[in-house]
């Protein structure tokens, strides 16, 4: 097992910035990848980065929402995944999820490929 805790939410304007954090604990070292995902009111879960974990360069990738924007990293010594959002829009506004996944099977780029979840942070943008 996999415990995500994910904080650095909250309530900003458009053009401001905010960096989230997703804390691993558990099990980390069967995990490959790292991502995070968002999903607004009455949506679908989608698909926001992800990054190769613990290393490796096939990853990371980016929505094309968010290309240029967001930037993922890892902390391995502290078992720590982050997104850093830059530029933020009204649109970006949602409950952000950090999940890992230890599969082989399945996309990076949806939710159904990813094992462990975090109970998600809000993210609201105001214009």
């Known amino acids: 097992q996999v415990q995500l805790v994910e904080s650095g939410g909250g309530l900003v304007q458009a053009g401001e910035s905010l960096r989230l954090s997703c804390a691993a604990s558990?099990?980390?070292?069967?995990?490959?990848?790292m991502g995070w995902f968002r999903q607004a009111p009455g949506k679908e879960r989608n698909f926001v980065a992800a990054?190769?974990?613990?290393?490796?360069?096939?990853?990371?990738s980016y929505a094309d929402s968010v290309k240029g924007r967001f930037t993922i990293s890892r902390d391995n010594a502290k078992n720590t995944v982050y997104l850093q959002m830059n530029s933020l829009k009204p649109e970006d506004t949602a409950v952000y999820y950090c999940?890992?996944?230890?599969?082989?099977?399945?996309?990076?780029?949806?939710?159904?490929?990813?094992?462990?979840w975090g109970q998600g942070t809000q993210v609201t943008v105001s214009s």
């Open positions: 558990g099990r980390t070292f069967s995990a490959n990848t």
């Open positions: 990054i190769s974990w613990p290393g490796g360069s096939t990853l990371p």
């Open positions: 999940a890992a996944r230890n599969r082989k099977d399945g996309s990076v780029y949806s939710w159904r490929g990813y094992d462990y």
